[in-house]
């Protein structure tokens, strides 16, 4: 059982790049959900969705634009890239008032 | 709307002594309340999870909270920490069933 993978683990990116963060899972979870995670923050949303074709802002959508074309995969892109960006992300997912099952993490600098 | 509000940044136990983590909540329904641990360079695992039904709720590896609605607070314990608790715990609140709100976390240091 692979759960929620996310890849790359680690990214380097120069200011003004764009890329994106692949996220899938196996459990055919409907709500999938990302954050990032800054030190003294907790996690904060950006992105989520409810089923695919279904996707909505988070508290900290700036910056970032998801998709979600089907119920497995749920891409996180990043259009052009900012130090600001430099973050540990995580993606999420679950059934309806579920447990959240968590990838390990992508974490990417911004120079 | 709902928030978190963790009392500790770092708490620091030696083994073998109690743990308590203090967090309280804000939330205009009848919550959902979650506890979350995450180890060094890990993603997150639930710990315990509370949706209306007992307000003592037990969880993985000794973990328990109670869920006190007249204080608003959720604060997770365990009676004997060993050094594998060492680690960052977050609460979590729901107000429904996709959008969540973390708190900014307590990070638990065990001493030898």
């Known amino acids: 059982n692979a759960g929620v993978t996310q890849t790359p683990k680690f990214q380097v990116l120069k200011t003004g790049q764009s890329m994106t963060l692949q996220c899938a899972q196996d459990?055919?979870?409907?709500?999938m959900s990302w954050y990032r995670q800054d030190p003294g923050m907790g996690l904060r949303l950006i992105h989520y969705s409810v089923g695919a074709g279904i996707t909505d802002q988070g508290e900290v959508p700036n910056g970032y634009n998801v998709s979600r074309s089907t119920t497995e995969d749920f891409p996180l892109r990043l259009l052009s890239a900012a130090p600001s960006q430099t973050s540990v992300y995580f993606c999420?997912?679950?059934?309806?008032?579920?447990?959240?099952?968590f990838g390990e993490g992508s974490r990417l600098t911004v120079l | 709307a709902q928030s978190v509000t963790q009392l500790d940044s770092h708490v620091s136990v030696s083994e073998g002594t109690p743990v308590l983590l203090r967090c309280n909540y804000s939330?205009?329904?009848?919550?959902?309340l979650f506890w979350y641990v995450q180890h060094p360079n890990k993603g997150l695992q639930l710990l315990l999870k509370?949706?209306?039904?007992?307000?003592l709720v037990k969880g993985i590896n000794g973990f328990e909270a109670e869920f006190k609605k007249s204080e608003t607070s959720f604060h997770l314990t365990k009676p004997s920490a060993h050094m594998s608790d060492a680690a960052e715990y977050f609460c979590v609140v729901s107000d429904n069933d996709y959008k969540l709100s973390f708190g900014a976390g307590t990070t638990v240091t065990v001493r030898a």
């Open positions: 999420a997912s679950h059934r309806e008032t579920g447990e959240l099952f």
């Open positions: 939330s205009s329904y009848s919550p959902s």
């Open positions: 509370y949706t209306s039904a007992a307000t």
């Open positions: 459990m055919n979870h409907e709500y």
